[in-house]
């Protein structure tokens, strides 16, 4: 299993609507393994769909549960935003836009439709980082980032703080 590179923004990917997958072969299960090792190998990284590694498919892994407790890691396939409620603003970043965060307004409670590894209807319905998480990633298979969601590129994206080795 092999870390991924992750794409970053202006490529051309971040910005495709993904492909739905209608087969879950061996080579969508080595994705996902690939996936998954390489949100975990990324500090504080709690999501990641597919077109932030350079694949154009509907393929999302979150696993918020450092944070917060929730239902773990999850894999979905071909996931959907069925609705949402009760919108928040907070800050969010993004390994494919690694020198910014911005304040982004998401809902805190959704409901959430997809295919689970082993290709079986799944749902979700989630509230807090996995509600906004689980947005997050599905915007990334729908050509959109995290600043396509700022009121103002000017007062609510932020330089990233950098500090230098220890």
Request: proline share 5%; charged share 20%; glycine share 8%.
């Amino acid at each position: 299993m092999p870390m991924l590179a992750i794409t970053h923004y202006p490529d051309a990917i971040l910005r495709r609507k993904s492909a739905p997958i209608h087969h879950i072969s061996p080579a969508i299960n080595a994705l996902v393994d690939d996936m998954i090792k390489t949100m975990y190998a990324s500090p504080k990284t709690i999501g990641l769909a597919a077109p932030q590694v350079g694949h154009s498919v509907q393929l999302i892994v979150i696993d918020v549960s450092a944070r917060e407790k929730k239902h773990g890691l999850l894999v979905l396939i071909n996931p959907a935003l069925v609705w949402g409620k009760d919108e928040k603003i907070l800050r969010e970043g993004c390994l494919s836009l690694p020198d910014y965060t911005g304040n982004v307004t998401r809902y805190n409670h959704v409901l959430v439709r997809g295919l689970d590894r082993g290709g079986a209807p799944f749902q979700i319905e989630t509230e807090g980082i996995e509600a906004i998480c689980l947005q997050h990633e599905i915007d990334h298979i729908n050509g959109m980032m995290f600043i396509d969601r700022v009121s103002s590129l000017t007062t609510d994206v932020f330089r990233r703080k950098r500090y230098g080795k220890v």
